[in-house]
């Protein structure tokens, strides 16, 4: 694929039963519809960082697709992007993913572990329909913010599995009141914010903003102390 190229078009290899390898130029930021389905000897896909869009489909039917990598940028996993891939066994979706479509990963039936950001808000209609082999879901929220997930029908396996919850609350911010468990600071919400983005560009908080409301959550494999040290220490280098 020529650097001059900016997207890979609907069915651009639709059916390319031989084809094992894509090297894809930084020039291209969408894949459309359907653009690898039925690619059956296509083993290992890793979708480029600048990649901001994935198309319905898109890689739907490669039946021997094991492993793919999804970009930080991409905010849906369209519908039946990877349905029908069988010996997909693990899948690990970026903090941006907002949602993921009907179909997803329909009767990827080796399956066996997903790891879903927090800021998912919804699942659609049999997104995991027959992934009978799933038994992990890595969530990066808390257990009350997978509770509040609108997941539709047809994903009755998600109630069966093993969700490991990454993350728990740091600090709430409402205006510019920071409340750190019983205690309240009164911050510069605009300073604090930068840094706020500092720490989770370095991955290791995520936030959860909405209107008038921040909530920081932090993994739970780390203290806040040792956060700021980690942080600082690779600030000084």
């Given at each position: 694929?020529?650097?001059?190229?900016?997207?890979?078009?609907?069915?651009?290899?639709?059916?390319?039963?031989?084809?094992?390898?894509?090297?894809?130029?930084?020039?291209?930021?969408?894949?459309?519809?359907?653009a690898f389905s039925f690619c059956d000897t296509l083993e290992e896909f890793v979708i480029?960082?600048?990649?901001?869009?994935?198309?319905?489909?898109?890689?739907?039917?490669?039946?021997?697709?094991?492993?793919?990598?999804?970009?930080?940028?991409?905010?849906?996993?369209?519908?039946?992007?990877?349905?029908?891939?069988?010996?997909?066994?693990?899948?690990?979706?970026?903090?941006?993913?907002?949602?993921?479509?009907?179909?997803?990963f329909a009767q990827c039936h080796r399956l066996e572990s997903i790891t879903i950001p927090a800021s998912v808000t919804?699942?659609?209609?049999?997104?995991?329909?027959?992934?009978?082999?799933?038994?992990?879901?890595?969530?990066?929220?808390?257990?009350?913010?997978?509770?509040?997930?609108?997941?539709?029908?047809?994903?009755?396996?998600?109630?069966?599995?093993?969700?490991?919850?990454?993350?728990?609350?740091?600090?709430?911010?409402?205006?510019?009141?920071?409340?750190?468990?019983?205690?309240?600071?009164?911050?510069?919400?605009?300073?604090?914010?930068?840094?706020?983005?500092?720490?989770?560009?370095?991955?290791?908080?995520?936030?959860?903003?909405?209107?008038?409301?921040?909530?920081?959550?932090?993994?739970?494999?780390?203290?806040?102390?040792?956060?700021?040290?980690?942080?600082?220490?690779?600030?000084?280098?």
């Open positions: 694929i020529g650097n001059s190229v900016t997207s890979i078009g609907d069915y651009a290899f639709y059916n390319c039963t031989s084809l094992t390898s894509v090297t894809i130029p930084d020039s291209v930021t969408t894949i459309g519809n359907a480029p960082d600048q990649i901001t869009s994935i198309g319905e489909s898109a890689f739907e039917n490669c039946f021997h697709l094991v492993s793919v990598t999804v970009p930080d940028g991409i905010e849906s996993i369209g519908k039946n992007t990877f349905a029908y891939c069988p010996m997909l066994t693990e899948v690990i979706l970026p903090d941006s993913v907002k949602s993921i479509g009907n179909g997803a919804e699942i659609g209609w049999g997104a995991f329909r027959y992934c009978t082999s799933l038994t992990s879901v890595t969530y990066s929220g808390t257990e009350e913010m997978w509770n509040e997930i609108f997941i539709e029908e047809e994903n009755e396996v998600l109630n069966n599995v093993n969700i490991t919850y990454k993350n728990e609350l740091l600090f709430v911010c409402i205006s510019d009141a920071y409340v750190f468990g019983k205690k309240v600071f009164n911050l510069d919400r605009v300073l604090v914010n930068e840094y706020l983005d500092q720490l989770r560009v370095s991955g290791y908080i995520t936030l959860n903003r909405t209107a008038g409301l921040d909530m920081v959550y932090v993994n739970t494999d780390r203290t806040p102390q040792g956060i700021m040290r980690e942080y600082y220490e690779k600030r000084m280098r």
